[in-house]
């Protein structure tokens, strides 16, 4: 990858330059039977909507905060580098009450409510999919984000030192840092442009969205994206390894 990317979002620029088409998300929902892949190119254009998404619609600042209350999810991974492509804080599990905005799943609506600001609510619905009846305060993402333009620009630079990322109570990353660190736990996993990490970890830590997202996208790599693992038995996970070309797991 390209030694100056500082931000992740100029990883996922880098990996978008290298090779477009290669897979960088695989997800797995193995309560539904749910399989989703995406290339660099499709991720990158989920990313650049989402971006238009948080900087025309909601009005969202660099240095504003988002909690991102989802779970691990190719949704999830998106919403963070949208953030990252805006300035804006995305906190994982944070306080909605404390943030300008918030987005949540279906799980955590009456949680998201107590966000003064923007509310933007997913259904995590197989194919990402509309909920039946809109989340009464919210905005519907599925609704919302097709019509956004497939391309996205910041009216300002973003600030590698400004603050990026932060997990529920464990303080905050940079983007430059969040950069550092995912290099680090790339070279640590030994991950290179052809590794394939899958990971079953939540994306409530620093751990679980490294293994699960930044680590993979800063070698060149791509993750396979297991949060229910505990769906298979030991049989379908090593039958699942041998068919997504696992090199590498965090479980």
């Known amino acids: 990858m390209n030694a100056s990317d ?9 990996a978008l330059s290298a090779d ?20 660099v190119a499709t991720f990158a254009n989920w ?11 909601l009005g969202a600042q660099p240095g504003d905060r988002l909690a991102l209350l989802l ?14 492509s805006t300035g804006v804080v995305a906190d994982l599990g944070g306080d909605p009450a404390s943030a300008d905005l918030v987005v949540s799943g279906p799980d955590t609506l009456e949680e998201a409510r107590a966000c003064p600001g923007e509310r933007v609510a ?3 619905r197989p194919l990402g999919v509309r909920f039946p ?6 905005i519907d993402y599925a609704v ?9 620009a910041p009216y300002a630079p973003v600030d590698p030192d400004a603050p990026a990322l932060a997990f529920a109570g464990s303080g905050e990353l940079t983007a430059a840092q969040t950069v550092e660190k995912a290099r680090a736990d790339a070279a640590t996993r030994g991950l290179t442009p052809v590794s ?34 505990e769906q298979l038995t030991r049989e379908a996970l090593d039958q699942r390894r041998e068919s997504e070309r696992v090199t590498a797991t965090a479980i």
């Open 133 to 138: 009846q809109p989340p009464q305060g919210f």
């Open 47 to 57: 990313v650049a909507k989402t971006a238009n998404l948080v900087q025309d619609d």
């Open 196 to 229: 394939r990490l899958l990971s079953g970890l939540p994306y409530d830590s620093w751990d679980g969205l490294s293994a699960g997202l930044l680590a993979p996208l800063a070698a060149g790599g791509s993750v396979v994206l297991c949060p229910r693992l």
């Open 6 to 14: 500082r931000t992740p979002a100029d990883l996922l620029r880098s």
């Open 71 to 84: 779970p691990a999810h190719w949704q999830t991974a998106v919403w963070v580098l949208a953030c990252s």
């Open 122 to 124: 997913l259904s995590l």
């Open 144 to 152: 919302e984000v097709p019509s956004q333009g497939d391309r996205f």
């Open 20 to 39: 477009p088409a290669r897979p960088l998300v695989t997800y797995y929902d193995d309560a539904t039977g749910e399989r989703v892949e995406l290339s």
